[in-house]
């Protein structure tokens, strides 16, 4: 039993050494620093494990048919044409993070990843996502959100399976809803309520 426990504190800790090592690579070729170094996020970890507890929505601009589109279509299997449920069609999005729904709102950043039609029975993505803040408060984090996208429901539920920056080592729900359809600029509005730990 012993052997295991350390087993997984030596992986633990070369993984947040490996993490520690790729940060100060890009910190050299001018990238986004950290909001704090990861050694020193690390020493204060060691002292206490006890997670912090946030809650956050925001709201997500899919931009489709316009000269500003956000999401593509990217690839499809040969048999997408004729699946009732778009079997195979991969779609790549980079679309506009805001406060309210209003297009117009304080933008915190970019909702980027792709969402894969992977049911044959009934029409439901595969979801990959980063929430990648670029102003405010979160300035240079990210969470990563994965989950099934059942298209003709209301709303979703998701895994936070990570984060940077602030959010180092998040984990949660993330509820993704449908808020408004699309309107004549082709503009719909997603809104993500998080639950989410991280350290």
Partial sequence: M?????????????SLIYVAAISGAFAKTGASKAPEPVDKWFAGLKKS??????????????????ANQTVWLVAQSNISATSPTFFGQVYLADNILTTTPKFESTRLGRAQGFGAFSDLEV?????????AFTSGEYKGSTLSISGR???LDYSS??????GTGHFRMASGIAIGANFLPR?????????????????
């Fill in 2 to 14: 012993m052997g295991k426990l350390d087993m997984s504190k030596s992986f633990l800790i070369y």
């Fill in 49 to 66: 494990l006890v997670p912090k507890f946030k809650f956050i929505e925001i709201y997500i601009q899919d931009i489709r048919g316009a």
């Fill in 123 to 131: 029409p439901a993505l595969f979801y990959s996502w980063n929430l």
């Fill in 157 to 162: 539920e998701f895994s936070i399976v990570g």
């Fill in 183 to 199: 309107d004549a600029r082709g503009i719909a509005v997603l809104k993500y309520t998080l639950y989410f730990t991280y350290y």
């Fill in 149 to 151: 996208n059942q298209v």
